[in-house]
């Protein structure tokens, strides 16, 4: 049974660094042909991605926020790991990890349930 | 970076109704990248479709995917109660993801 799980702060406050885990069961991060995504969703609005990491430690991140991102994994822990800087009021969103099946399609089949992070003083 | 409008943004249908929904990329996407989710209030979204018109495991027939280059469908022949949902395309190209800003499909 495949299942991934988001943890991390509730309230962060402006200027300060968002750190969220993603722990899954069900699959390996040693699987050459899976990833796992992140994609935040602020309330009311649509789905952004965020970042993904493959096995290889392949990394992609979205251009409009590549700057502040940064993406990990720790294969023997089961977890992959996003670090935001310098939150501002504007990325308050629920974030989500996904599985990514298949490197050569890139859809996102099993979803965690989420996490919702506010970003205030 | 590609760019996917969906179209229109709110549907209002009753149970048993067709519903057509559009997603429109702002340059051609590969068949092979293109997905569908359905996303109902304080939920994850579900993975509908898969390289386009690839139904995902465990999802009803009524649902359906199609098209091509810049333009693909998502149709729901016959509406069920439990259809009443916002539905996202995403794609996947140059290394990057991105997902349209959603079609609402609410009870007439």
């Known amino acids: 049974q495949v299942t991934l799980k988001e943890s991390g702060p509730v309230l962060v406050k402006p200027t300060e660094t968002l750190t969220l885990t993603c722990t899954v069961s069900?699959?390996?991060?040693?699987?050459?042909?899976?990833?796992v995504s992140w994609i935040r969703q602020p309330p009311g609005k649509a789905l952004e991605w965020l970042a993904h990491i493959f096995s290889n430690d392949e990394k992609s991140y979205s251009t409009s926020l590549k700057s502040r991102l940064t993406i990990s994994k720790d294969t023997s822990k089961s977890q992959v790991v996003l670090t935001m800087t310098n939150m501002d009021p504007v990325d308050t969103a629920t974030y989500y990890c996904a599985r990514i099946p298949l490197r050569s399609l890139r859809y996102l089949d099993y979803w965690g349930q989420g996490t919702l992070v506010t970003v205030s003083s | 970076e590609i760019v996917l409008t969906q179209s229109p943004g709110t549907l209002s249908l009753s149970p048993g109704e067709r519903a057509t929904l559009s997603c429109r990329a702002s340059?051609?996407?590969?068949?092979?990248?293109l997905a569908w989710y359905q996303q109902k209030p304080g939920q994850a979204p579900r993975l509908l479709i898969y390289g386009a018109s690839s139904r995902a495991t465990g999802i009803p027939d009524r649902f359906s995917g199609s098209g091509s280059g810049t333009d693909f469908t998502l149709t729901i022949s016959r509406l069920e109660p439990e259809d009443f949902a916002v539905y996202y395309c995403?794609?996947?190209?140059?290394?990057?993801?991105?997902f349209g800003g959603g079609t609402k499909v609410e009870i007439k």
């Open positions: 069900g699959f390996s991060l040693s699987n050459a042909r899976m990833g």
């Open positions: 995403q794609q996947y190209g140059s290394s990057l993801i991105t």
């Open positions: 340059q051609s996407v590969s068949s092979s990248y």
